[in-house]
Nanobody, 126 residues
């Protein structure tokens, strides 16, 4: 059974850093494109980063470009999201998700991702 489990969220002050992890079971992460999607309170989900299958190319939303880095450790079957210079507007629940159908690394929309983890809360506040 395909499963994604996020971890690493928490409370951090503005300017701080967190590293989120997305551990996969039941499938091999490098078979699919993986995205990180966040949802702030009262707002729609927003894809902030993804990593493609074939060549490991990455994409970032403008709101996080230069601050967040997505990476993949195939040996651990885990994808990471390193978040630096965090801002209060980065607060939200962060989900990792896989596109198991088309394998597309997309950040324009989150709707193509069909397998989701349970999410991890990130709160940026002083």
């Amino acid at each position: 059974q395909l499963q994604l489990v996020e971890s690493g969220g928490g409370l951090v002050q503005p300017g701080g850093s967190l590293r989120l992890s997305c551990a996969a079971s039941g499938f091999t992460l490098d078979d699919y494109a993986i995205g990180w999607i966040r949802q702030a309170p009262g707002k729609e989900r927003e894809a902030v980063s993804c990593i493609s299958v074939s060549d490991g190319r990455t994409k970032y939303a403008d709101s996080v470009k230069g601050r967040f880095t997505i990476s993949r450790d195939n040996a651990k079957n885990t994808v990471y999201l390193q978040m630096n210079s965090l801002k209060p507007e980065d607060t939200g629940v962060y989900y990792c998700a896989a596109d198991t159908v088309f394998g597309q690394c997309v950040i324009k929309s989150y709707r193509g991702y069909d397998a989701w983890g349970q999410g991890t809360q990130v709160t940026v506040s002083s």
